[in-house]
């Protein structure tokens, strides 16, 4: 059985940084494509950027220019870097991972099948 860990959440101040990571627990093989996602209270689920084992990255709109997802493949690794955060960029935030090598534009959340709990992210002054 997979599971996903995330770490690296926390509280910050506006414009203040933080980094995610995210690695596996429990497997032998490797992952394809992998994202992070976003869920604030009261609010859908929503990509927040993606990252194929190749290389290949997505991001949502919002997270362009502030965001940076990298991946570390010999241990099915990903990061999310954060910088310039906002209040409205509070949410918890999910790693998910496919075994399946797509672009990471051509899966939809209900195709990872992988999650991690979550981590909580929070930006307030």
């Known amino acids: 059985q997979v599971q996903l860990v995330e770490s690296g959440g926390g509280s910050v101040q506006p414009g203040g940084s933080l980094t995610l990571s995210c690695a596996p627990s429990g497997t032998t093989f490797s992952l394809g494509v992998m994202g992070w996602y976003r869920q604030a209270p009261g609010k859908q689920r929503e990509m927040v950027a993606g990252?194929?084992?190749?290389?290949?990255?997505n991001y949502a709109d919002f997270a362009e220019g502030r965001f940076t997802i990298s991946r570390d493949n010999a241990k099915n690794a990903i990061y999310l870097q954060m910088n310039f955060l906002k209040p409205e960029d509070t949410a918890v935030y999910y790693c998910a991972g496919s075994r399946r090598r797509l672009a990471p534009s051509r899966i939809r959340d209900t195709s990872y099948e992988y999650w991690g709990h979550g981590t909580q992210v929070t930006v307030s002054s």
């Open positions: 990252i194929s084992s190749g290389g290949t990255i």
